[in-house]
């Protein structure tokens, strides 16, 4: 039915642009593609998980403290390893973030072996009906949490001194030093807040689908395409990008079948590349 393909789309499209907003967020301000995005939202998701089995947590509960967590985790990387190199050539900083996703996914690897895990909440498959298609309870809980997290970063950069500082940097990295603003830690709360939204996407990724330590490359991946669909320059890039990549892959894999999610991603990735290089909403910059 394609009611129910284009409901599914657009709740996977939801945690999809919550995903890429982190991402876009630190590319964007400090020129950096974070390849280890994925790898904080594996720890994101592993947090929750932990939680929930260690002390009967639920992961709706959990998710400000894994983002807390992952916020001061990501401070900490920036402040002291990226931001060593953060005015070098962007191919220095993709192989430095390369390095910390090795680091990351192996000592989970180590820790927490290669085992799927799942959260598996009571209320899971509650569901409800809605022109005649049926939407879990769960799975709009995480949608609407994604779009919260998102208006709550929307305003943040719009109305708070940091995210006033953040804007300045990221348009004109001079005269925001000119005007007192200071770029390291500018460039460390930027780091740390695009880290702690990959965690919210992971404690919300851990409630829908199965998690593993080898997650995150994959991820990294679709929060890239997301980025790119969207675009750069604009905070609503990641939202539009999300949800059009959502309903294409629930639109694809109800044709073609779930082997081609992947290559469906890919392939409209190739697309707005050619056709609009700039993504659909981003910035002549």
């Not at 804007?167 to 930027?190: C, F, H, M, P, W």
Request: no cysteine; hydrophobic share 60%.
């Amino acid at each position: 039915m394609l009611t129910q393909v284009i409901i599914n789309g657009l709740l996977k499209g939801g945690l999809y642009a919550l995903m890429a907003m982190g991402m876009s967020m630190i590319w964007g301000v400090m020129n950096i593609i974070n390849i280890a995005h994925g790898s904080f939202i594996m720890l994101g998701a592993y947090i929750t998980y932990w939680l929930f089995v260690g002390f009967g947590m639920d992961p709706f509960v959990s998710l400000p403290l894994s983002m807390a967590v992952i916020f001061l985790l990501g401070w900490l990387i920036q402040k002291y390893l990226i931001n060593l190199v953060v005015q070098a050539d962007i191919f220095i900083t993709l192989l430095l973030t390369f390095g910390i996703e090795l680091l990351i996914n192996n000592l989970a690897l180590v820790f927490w072996t290669a085992d799927v895990r799942k959260v598996q909440v009571g209320y899971g498959a509650a569901n409800f009906q809605f022109l005649g298609a049926t939407v879990p309870y769960v799975r709009l809980a995480a949608f609407i949490m994604a779009l919260l997290i998102s208006a709550i970063l929307f305003q943040l950069m719009n109305r708070s001194r940091v995210g006033r500082a953040i804007r300045a940097t990221s348009q004109e990295l001079d005269a925001a030093k000119l005007s007192g603003v200071r770029v390291g830690n500018i460039y460390a709360s930027t780091f740390a807040i695009g880290t702690s939204l990959a965690a919210a996407a992971g404690t919300l990724w851990a409630i829908l689908f199965p998690i593993s330590p080898t997650m995150g490359g994959i991820l990294t991946l679709k929060s890239f395409v997301v980025t790119i669909i969207g675009g750069l320059g604009t905070m609503l890039g990641p939202l539009v990008g999300g949800l059009i990549l959502g309903i294409a892959e629930a639109l694809g894999t109800n044709w073609f079948g779930s082997t081609y999610e992947n290559l469906i991603s890919f392939v409209i990735f190739l697309v707005v590349l050619i056709f609009m290089p700039r993504g659909i909403l981003g910035s002549r910059r």
